[in-house]
């Protein structure tokens, strides 16, 4: 039997199985958007993690970069410093090898009766007047030493 009202079939005309339903598609509702938030907080904190994780990852490429480059400057080093030995080295092994020729040459010009040095009388008063002013400079050195360590005055105002 049919009055003619649409609302007679009706959801809102069945009364308590009516609401029940509303109230299960309601549920419904907020379980897919509480999955939805769910799902996006976890895709967020998954994008986070991958950026955190490529952060580090580029540090430790920075670290071991770095520490390539400090193992680089370290082999450097040994390598100047053993140069540098080397060098050394040979300069004294020269220097040996001719010092026995240099003392041989002072013992002959000893022997000849010879100074290898000699000054004349000119060069002996020009070598006193230096030797003058040096120890006059050296006394001036001296007392601007001890003007400058004295303790300084109370400040003018």
């Not at 299960?24 to 994780?53: C, F, P």
């Not at 490429?61 to 450097?76: I, L, M, P, Y």
Request: with cysteine; aromatic share 6%; net charge positive.
């Amino acid at each position: 039997m049919s009055y003619g009202h649409a609302s007679v079939t009706s959801d809102r005309s069945n009364g308590a199985a009516g609401v029940g339903a509303q109230l299960m598609d309601w549920r419904a509702s907020i379980a897919v958007e509480g999955s939805k938030r769910m799902q996006r907080n976890y895709e967020y904190k998954i994008a986070t993690l991958h950026s955190r994780v490529a952060t580090l990852e580029r540090e430790v490429e920075d670290g071991r970069e770095r520490e390539q480059k400090w193992v680089e400057g370290e082999a450097w080093e040994r390598a100047r410093e053993k140069e540098a030995e080397a060098l050394q080295t040979r300069v004294d092994n020269d220097e040996l090898r001719i010092l026995p020729d240099r003392c041989e040459e002072l013992k002959a010009g000893r022997a000849g009766g010879g100074q290898p040095f000699r000054l004349n009388p000119r060069s002996w008063i020009t070598l006193k007047k230096y030797k003058r002013k040096y120890e006059q400079a050296k006394m001036e050195l001296r007392s601007v030493k001890d003007i400058t360590a004295l303790p300084a005055g109370a400040p003018r105002g």
